[in-house]
């Protein structure tokens, strides 16, 4: 069902309003204000009434967190509708403004109240982590960075705008370039190449709209980290995304380790290819054929066929996870379908509110949007396997475990890969070509992260200084395809990828993750059920306890060093070679 004939707000309120009154207008400032007013004004100074108070807190949070993705999911659902855009820039230029600086309040509120100890007093206390999260963002606000960061919001959405009207016209139809990406897949060369060559005519086309928008976001996340205190961006990103558990010393030895036990596991795949293929020497356009000359893997023609299969693919994982995903698809809350003016991409968005999530994708056909599938699911089932946790704050976890929830999906779900390939061999193909996806996935993380580091640690770089750093990581972490003739296109490569528009430091989560998923899968090797239950009770958890404990309660280790890569390694070698 698409999201302009789904109503979100008619959803089953499964935890009714204790605080807000049932009917809200969470789109008008004055009807808002009183309820900040309210909570500023109670009093603080027992553990019953601060603990009330937080719950009061989490319900208003969450609505309001709820309405800013309805209109998001509205706007992405149809990037050229006007009145959707109004109202979603709308609330994140006239609501979201106010509402920090009333956040913030609230949060000095807590801090100064006299019971705080009593909630919060060792780190095995159930309110420790809420606590370390409240007091950090108290000492990182700035009430300049709020309209600095409502700007930053609207340069996001015009990337998203200018990415989302991206369309070519190939073999006599207009096209997105998620549906071109079909192409690639295709075992005549002269195709693949053709529609290779088309995407990137069309990406460089708006290269300089696109080098605009990121010069205008940097320039104001400069400014945020300063006004913050900070030397640099990257330093005040850090503590933003509450990395507490971690340094940039240690995403640098992730690097180092992905250049030393995964790039030459990647390259000699590539090495391989290169034979099976015959050719003399490798191009863009030749990396995800199949070597052996076989047709692209089709799972599904349509959207409904997707849902269907990955009904029976989640039963078979856990019963649990069959049930849950058979609610979403009656609720209605799934978008799959690509379509001219939808978002490119895909995402798992929470409704924080009603405790349930909403899927998009743009699912084509291809074995990637069976991928997709399952990692959005993934993320679904950690909002509601954590449901019950009754802070908003917990309701979800941080992004490098949250990822892990996505990626051990595609893992687990991946053993299963026969209710949409009825020929054995096509299942292992699948599964194959997703293992061989993880290793050239871990290289381009590396190369984003470390493209961030540089990004942010060099405040004032020109746009060619930044071409050149991105040729050197690509030097560093790609493969051996060549790119001779294309230059322009592969300097100007990084602009594809909207999380350093949009979520800017919002990718070393994916390394440690898939690392963590790995984890769960080589367990579920020798415990199937003992893995998924582990995995099962880590999601119920949220976001309540610190990111070394959420590891554990998978069955996992937080570390993301040269032991654990090499480990990964060697798995992925030992299945692929």
Not at 57 to 82: F, H, K, N, V
């Amino acid at each position: 069902m698409m999201a302009e004939e789904l109503d979100l707000r008619r959803l089953p309120q499964d935890h009714p309003r204790r605080f807000l009154p049932e009917e809200l207008d969470l789109g008008r400032w004055e009807v808002l204000e009183p309820l900040f007013s309210e909570l500023e004004g109670r009093r603080l100074d027992s553990r019953a009434a601060l603990e009330h108070w937080l719950l009061d807190w989490s319900e208003l949070e969450a609505a309001l967190d709820e309405e800013g993705t309805i209109r998001y999911i509205r706007m992405t659902c149809q990037t050229d509708d006007p009145e959707r855009e109004r109202a979603y820039l709308e609330f994140i230029e006239e609501i979201e403004p106010k509402a920090k600086p009333r956040f913030q309040r609230l949060r000095e509120r807590y801090v100064q109240s006299s019971a705080r100890g009593e909630l919060a007093s060792t780190p095995a206390s159930f309110y420790y982590v809420l606590d370390r999260s409240i007091a950090n963002q108290v000492a990182l606000f700035r009430e300049e960075n709020v309209p600095l960061e409502k700007e930053e919001a609207k340069l996001a959405q015009q990337y998203q705008k200018v990415s989302g009207a991206m369309t070519v016209y190939f073999r006599g139809k207009e096209q997105t370039l998620q549906q071109m990406a079909r192409y690639l897949e295709e075992p005549e060369r002269r195709i693949r190449r053709a529609a290779w060559e088309l995407i990137e005519e069309r990406r460089l086309e708006d290269r300089e709209k696109i080098d605009e928008i990121y010069d205008e976001l940097l320039a104001l996340r400069e400014q945020i980290a300063r006004n913050a205190g900070f030397s640099n961006y990257r330093d005040y990103a850090f503590r933003r995304r509450e990395r507490f558990d971690y340094t940039p010393e240690d995403c640098l030895r992730f690097h180092r380790a992905v250049e030393e036990e995964i790039v030459p596991l990647m390259r000699e795949l590539q090495r391989r290819r290169q034979k099976e293929l015959g050719y003399k020497r490798l191009r863009p356009w030749d990396l995800l054929v199949d070597p052996a000359g076989r047709p692209p893997l089709r799972p599904f023609k349509a959207a409904e066929e997707l849902v269907q299969g990955c009904e029976e693919v989640f039963s078979r994982v856990g019963e649990e996870l069959g049930r849950a995903f058979r609610r979403l698809r009656g609720l209605g809350l799934l978008d799959l379908e690509s379509r001219k003016g939808k978002a490119p991409g895909a995402y798992s968005a929470t409704l924080a509110e009603k405790r349930l999530p909403f899927i998009f994708a743009n699912a084509v056909g291809r074995d990637d949007d069976l991928r997709t599938m399952l990692h959005e699911s993934g993320h679904a089932f950690h909002t509601l396997a954590a449901r019950e946790q009754p802070l908003y704050h917990y309701r979800h976890a941080p992004l490098e475990f949250a990822e892990v929830a996505s990626m051990g999906m595609e893992l687990l779900g991946g053993e299963h890969l026969e209710v949409f390939y009825r020929r054995r061999d096509e299942a292992i193909r699948s599964k194959r070509e997703h293992l061989e996806r993880i290793v050239r996935l871990l290289p381009w993380i590396a190369t984003i992260d470390a493209f961030q580091h540089w990004i942010y640690t060099h405040p004032g770089h020109s746009r060619r200084e930044r071409k050149e750093q991105w040729l050197e990581l690509r030097r560093r972490f790609g493969g051996l395809e060549s790119w001779e003739g294309y230059e322009e296109a592969l300097e100007n490569q990084w602009q594809r990828q909207i999380h350093l528009f949009e979520y800017p430091f919002y990718y070393i989560e994916y390394g440690i993750a898939q690392l963590g998923a790995l984890g769960v899968w080589r367990n579920a090797k020798t415990d199937p059920k003992g893995a998924v239950a582990a995995y099962l009770r880590a999601l119920g958890l949220g976001g309540s306890r610190p990111l070394p404990e959420l590891f554990q309660a998978a069955g996992l280790q937080f570390d993301f060093s040269s032991g654990t890569v090499a480990g990964a390694a060697r798995a992925l070698r030992a299945e692929l070679l």
